[in-house]
């Protein structure tokens, strides 16, 4: 039997298709009832208003058949539930984090990726983090989803049937670019995954630098194109050592060089000196997560971008 894209298709559509029908059905029988009772006592068949006695029958059925049919529902929400709680202890972990406005990846070896690789037929177990407001993790394909909160441990798993790739979506609306929260989930074969897994490359096979890896990680790309092309911030195509004008703490402006003080000035205080042209407030600092070394590495990176 074809269980899906994930192990939790079958189970998740099954819920889902017991509470559509009965909803259905109930929509179908109270319409009928509603249009009959409306000909059935229209005033000129009934002139005269009659009261109606209660019908203890009636009473008693109107409150055990619905609690049955929530019973029903529950049931087979919690039998699709239930599995989704209970970790295989063999899953591949894997660190997943959202962050205004990007997912990324860590593996277990030190490797971060901007998209969720994973190989088939493998249980695979996420812990969700978030540095600055609630996302969503949400794979519509697996039928997965689970929130991603700061200051909170939650973990969601799943294991994927069928080679391919899959939309991921933030289904927590979070801030100015949350339509453009958007990742994919890469199911390859055992030894794709391997292969891709113990090489400095990307999903799609180019080789990644560790500049270019700390600003995968840290989701900077989310809001920093390559390509010169304006989003949330400046792009860092062209950016080391060229002019900038910049409003400061006070807001007066100024003009200043993008080397690489400015650059450890802009990861570490972001709002102290902002690009004309751009809005204040959208970054938060990464002074507990960025250290010196890695923003060597960083203008290493960016100073390749001409």
């Known amino acids: 039997m074809n269980q899906g894209a994930s192990n939790f298709v079958q189970s998740t ?12 059905f109930f929509l179908l029988a109270i319409t009928f009832f509603m249009i009959y009772f409306v000909i059935k006592y229209n005033k000129k068949k009934n002139p005269r208003a009659a009261d109606v006695k209660d019908d203890k029958r009636l009473e008693i059925t109107w409150i055990v058949v619905p609690s049955v049919l929530v019973l029903v529902m529950f049931y087979y929400g919690w039998v699709g539930y239930q599995p989704m709680r209970n970790i295989p202890e063999d899953a591949i972990k894997v660190k997943a984090t959202g962050r205004m406005w990007s997912f990324s990846f860590d593996y277990p070896n030190g490797k971060t990726s901007a998209e969720l690789v994973v190989p088939v037929g493998k249980a695979v177990a996420l812990d969700l983090f978030s540095p600055d407001v609630i996302h969503s993790l949400y ?11 700061p200051g909170v ?21 979070c801030g100015e670019r949350h339509s453009y929260m958007l990742s994919k989930v890469k199911v390859l074969s055992e030894e794709e995954y391997q292969k891709w897994l113990e090489t400095n490359t990307n999903a799609d096979g180019t080789v990644m630098s560790t500049g270019e890896n700390l600003l995968t990680k840290n989701g900077c790309f989310a809001c920093h194109s390559r390509d010169g092309s304006k989003i949330v911030g400046p792009s860092f195509k062209g950016l080391f050592g060229s002019g900038r004008s910049v409003f400061d703490a006070d807001g007066k402006l100024k003009e200043i060089t993008a080397d690489a003080e400015y650059i450890k000035r802009a990861v570490y205080e972001p709002n102290a000196e902002v690009v004309q042209g751009y ?8 002074k507990q997560t960025v250290s010196e070394d890695d923003i060597v590495e960083m203008v290493k990176y960016l100073e390749s971008l001409k």
Do not use: H
């Open 139 to 149: 794979i519509p394909a697996f039928r997965i989803k689970e929130d991603m909160v």
């Open 13 to 24: 559509d099954l819920a889902f298709a017991v509470i559509l029908g009965m909803s259905l």
């Open 153 to 173: 441990n939650n973990k969601m798993w799943f294991q994927a049937n069928e080679l391919g790739e899959y939309d991921i979506l933030c289904a927590e609306y």
């Open 279 to 286: 809005n204040k407030g959208l970054m938060i600092s990464y």
